[in-house]
Structure formats: C-alpha cells, structure tokens
C-alpha cells in the first residue's frame, strides 16, 4: 500500500507531523519555507483547529504546508473538507432560516415612539420650511469657483473610488486558473490566502469567505473569475487586481511581499 493511501487512513495533523520529522526539518525552518506562522502550524499538526482563522485559511495552509513536506496537499485539504468542514456546514443549513430571522415583537411602547416620531419629523419640516423664507434660496457659489468644485478648488466625488473599505458588500467566491508558473499573493478579509507563493501552471485556487480580495501578481499569466466577471492577466511586470462584488479591478502594485 503506498505511503499516500496510508496517509489518508491517518489522522491529518499525525501525517503532517511524522512527514516533518522524517525530513528532519524544525517548525522554525517550516515556518520559513510556508511564510505560515509557527503556531498555526502546531495547531494543524495537533488538530486545533479552532486556533487557525477559518476554514478556508485551514484549507490554503494545510495544503501550502503538505507540499513542502513532499505529501499530497489537495487530497488532505479535501480531508480536511469531508471530516471537518462539511459536517459543521450541514448542521447550520439544518437550523430553519425563517426561524433564525423572524423580527421580534414590538414591545407596548412602540406606538408612542412612531408619534413622538412622526411629531419631531412634522416640527422639523416646518422649521425648515420658514429658515428656507428667510435665506432666499440656496447660498451663491463661491468666487472663481466652477460647478462640481468645492471652495478650495477640489473635485467633488460622489463614487466610492476602487479599493475602499468593503463595508455592505456580500462575501463572493474567486477563482484563480494559472497558465504559467506564476509567484502571487491573495489577501482576503482576515489576510494571506497565498502568501507570495510560486503556483505551478495547470493549478487552480479558490476561495469563498472573503468580501474582497485582493491578487498580486509578480509576473506570468493567469485568469481570475469572479461571479459573472473574468479578468486574463498576461504581464511580465508586478500588477495587482482588487475583486469585489461589484467586479474586477486592476490598482496599484503595493510592492513585493503580501502587505
């Protein structure tokens, strides 16, 4: 029987830790080799898993963490899925969703706030009706400034720009298919997915938890999708995409590392 069929019989966190130990190879030095911190990785081969920061990030560091020990990472992150993650997954979408959001009663005061409510709007309607008398119209523009400035000569934007906080956006799934061998970071809501990391052509990464991402690619060819939106990367210069739900979006190389 080989030594991956006797891998997936063992428990995930024995097989990663007797892999290290037969490489002769410290957590330090692992730690060095994944960029994976030194207790994420007692936590993996101790199955703490309640340590590490969700699963996704569980999935992305046990299979980076398996390969540097020469053991097949997509088979034990799929461990990992089956064992772990899909149980806790099916015992949520068992819980009745009408039950979780019905709106709880309203307590006996409630009427007396909507007309307290409604007299505070009335009063407040009327006092800007007669302040609107008395100023004449709306305030003249300053000197020597142009529709759409403000006073000191800015550009008044109404637009979120690309890149800003991901507040009211829902998580989105993000898809990386690799063309040639490309080194890439991916930064989600709680950090690295894939920490300045060499990605063989033919793979496929993918994650589901975050609202934003963020992808830095140093050079190589790739494509990311998104939802219904797709982007195909070809550069041999550092260039990075923010992805969110409103779509893909090329920004600014932050610079090497994943910051």
């Known amino acids: 029987m080989s030594s991956e069929a006797n891998s997936a019989r063992m428990p995930i966190g024995q097989t990663l830790s007797e892999a290290r130990r037969r490489l002769g190879m410290e957590i330090a030095e692992a730690e060095e080799q994944t960029k994976i911190r030194a207790r994420y990785i007692r936590a993996m081969e101790h199955e703490?898993?309640?340590v590490l920061p969700?699963?996704?990030?569980?999935?992305a560091f046990i299979r980076t963490y398996a390969q540097i020990l020469g053991l097949d990472g997509e088979m034990l992150a799929d461990q990992y899925r089956r064992t772990y993650d899909e149980?806790?997954?099916a015992g949520l979408s068992a819980e009745p969703l009408l039950e979780r959001?019905?709106?709880?009663r309203p307590s006996s005061r409630g009427p007396l706030i909507v007309a307290l409510g409604i007299g505070l709007i009335a009063v407040l309607l009327l006092l800007g009706i007669f302040a609107g008398d008395d100023d004449g119209g709306d305030p003249p523009e300053p000197a020597g400034s142009s529709p759409g400035e403000t006073e000191d000569g800015g550009e008044r934007r109404s637009k979120q720009e690309p890149g800003q906080a991901s507040g009211g956006l829902e998580p989105i799934s993000i898809r990386l298919s690799v063309a040639s061998d490309t080194r890439i970071c991916v930064i989600g809501d709680q950090g690295p997915l894939i920490d300045a990391q060499l990605i063989p052509a033919g793979a496929e990464e993918s994650f589901d938890d975050s609202k934003r991402y963020r992808v830095d690619i140093e050079a190589g060819a790739l494509e990311i999708r998104s939802g219904g939106s797709s982007q195909a990367?070809?550069?041999?210069?550092?260039?990075?995409?923010?992805?969110?739900?409103r779509g893909i979006r090329e920004i600014s190389y932050p610079g090497p590392g994943c910051q």
């Open 48 to 50: 703490e898993w309640e």
């Open 54 to 59: 969700g699963a996704t990030y569980t999935r």
């Open 87 to 89: 149980p806790i997954s």
């Open 101 to 104: 959001r019905r709106p709880q």
């Open 233 to 245: 990367v070809r550069t041999d210069q550092p260039t990075s995409y923010d992805v969110d739900a």
